[in-house]
């Protein structure tokens, strides 16, 4: 089977799953090839639904989370949206095609080199040009580019980061994991038109920590 028919198989699983619900969501995974995101050494795995290694004690998420928390975002076309956690870049990439030109994606990595290959992952698709990658603690959020349609947190975080509050757009969405190290339920929060916040949990997950201010503090890590 060439790539295009590996990701094809892989978008039918995501849609008959349920992860992948709309048709914008489809295009976008159609358009952003996994195995672009994976080292090589796990090229024959890049089209599996499971979470792979990409350095550093870091890693890609597995393509139903991607795509579910995607969906759960409900993106629209001129989104500016913050992400915490680029790691290989693979949700950026999909935010980034969604968004299109007129919309923008920042996103933060506190691990410069993770940052770098991330880039170099979205030049393979010419996604660079409506994103904007950042080295540092995304647990404080980014004051600079604030207020944003939408935000979301690849990584597991303690509890919700007061800058959601501050830095999410009245009307936005924000969709990040909540909880412990060992186990995390997504939380969905949405801000009406009054800057009214409602908070829904939703599924158990698993996710690296956020590791910073607002994030969960390693005895071993030495940036804190
Ligand atoms: N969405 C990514 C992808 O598609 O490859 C996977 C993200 S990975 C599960 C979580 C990432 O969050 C890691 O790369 C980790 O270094 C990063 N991270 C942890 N704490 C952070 C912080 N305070 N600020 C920014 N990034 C952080």
Do not use: C, W
């Given at each position: 089977?060439?790539?295009?028919?590996?990701?094809?198989?892989?978008?039918?699983?995501?849609?008959?799953?349920?992860?992948?619900?709309?048709?914008?969501?489809?295009?976008?995974?159609?358009?952003?090839?996994?195995?672009?995101?994976?080292?090589?050494?796990?090229?024959?795995?890049?089209?599996?639904?499971?979470?792979?290694?990409?350095?550093?004690?870091?890693?890609?998420?597995?393509?139903?989370?991607?795509?579910?928390?995607?969906?759960?975002?409900?993106?629209?076309?001129?989104?500016?949206?913050?992400?915490?956690?680029?790691?290989?870049?693979?949700?950026?990439?999909?935010?980034?095609?969604?968004?299109?030109?007129?919309?923008?994606?920042?996103?933060?990595?506190?691990?410069?080199?993770?940052?770098?290959?991330?880039?170099?992952?979205?030049?393979?698709?010419?996604?660079?040009?409506?994103?904007?990658?950042?080295?540092?603690?995304?647990?404080?959020?980014?004051?600079?580019?604030?207020?944003?349609?939408?935000?979301?947190?690849?990584?597991?975080?303690?509890?919700?980061?007061?800058?959601?509050?501050?830095?999410?757009?009245?009307?936005?969405?924000?969709?990040?994991?909540?909880?412990?190290?060992?186990?995390?339920?997504l939380a969905i929060i949405k801000k009406d038109e009054f800057g009214k916040i409602e908070i829904h949990y939703d599924i158990s997950v698993i996710?690296?920590?956020?590791?910073?201010?607002?994030?969960?503090?390693?005895?071993?890590?030495k940036t804190n």
């Open positions: 089977m060439n790539t295009v028919s590996k990701n094809m198989s892989l978008i039918n699983y995501l849609k008959k799953s349920g992860f992948i619900k709309t048709k914008k969501v489809e295009d976008a995974f159609l358009n952003v090839d996994r195995s672009l995101f994976v080292l090589p050494q796990h090229l024959d795995e890049a089209y599996e639904d499971k979470p792979l290694p990409i350095g550093f004690g870091q890693t890609i998420s597995a393509p139903s989370i991607v795509a579910y928390m995607t969906e759960l975002l409900e993106v629209d076309e001129g989104n500016k949206i913050l992400e915490i956690g680029t790691g290989s870049g693979y949700q950026t990439a999909i935010l980034s095609y969604l968004v299109k030109e007129r919309g923008l994606i920042i996103s933060i990595e506190r691990i410069r080199e993770l940052s770098e290959m991330a880039y170099k992952n979205l030049e393979k698709l010419s996604l660079y040009k409506n994103v904007k990658l950042i080295v540092g603690d995304g647990s404080l959020g980014y004051e600079e580019d604030k207020p944003y349609d939408r935000i979301i947190i690849t990584a597991a975080t303690p509890s919700i980061p007061n800058f959601i509050n501050t830095q999410l757009k009245n009307n936005g969405i924000a969709v990040l994991p909540i909880g412990t190290l060992d186990e995390q339920r996710f690296v920590p956020l590791i910073g201010y607002y994030g969960f503090k390693l005895s071993n890590d």
